[in-house]
């Protein structure tokens, strides 16, 4: 996402031409696109994207059986 947003940011300011943007090969301006294309595709490819979504699901789900278990008063004690 990170260099999506470099992108965008040097393709506008490339387009305005403005310093020190506008004195750049195009190379350079696209260039964030195309390592945003390849990130994206390793974290497919390497599963990384699905591990993230499903340690997303898991904090949910706890936190969910804590709440339901706090409301019930069944949590543990803390220790002291």
Same mark, same amino acid.
């Given at each position: 996402?990170? !260099?999506? !947003?470099?992108?965008?940011?040097?393709?506008?300011?490339?387009?305005?031409?403005?310093?020190?943007?506008?004195?750049?090969?195009?190379? !350079?301006?696209?260039?964030?696109?195309?390592?945003?294309?390849?990130?994206?595709?390793?974290?497919?490819?390497?599963?990384?994207?699905?591990?993230?979504?499903?340690?997303?699901?898991?904090?949910?789900?706890?936190?969910?059986?804590?709440?339901?278990?706090?409301?019930?008063?069944?949590?543990?004690?803390?220790?002291?």
């Amino acid at each position: 996402m990170y !260099f999506l !947003f470099i992108g965008l940011v040097a393709l506008v300011l490339k387009y305005l031409e403005i310093d020190p943007v506008a004195a750049l090969s195009w190379w !350079f301006v696209l260039l964030p696109f195309a390592l945003a294309a390849v990130w994206w595709a390793w974290a497919d490819a390497s599963g990384y994207t699905k591990r993230r979504e499903v340690d997303k699901m898991e904090q949910r789900k706890q936190h969910r059986i804590d709440k339901q278990r706090a409301a019930m008063g069944m949590l543990p004690k803390k220790k002291r």
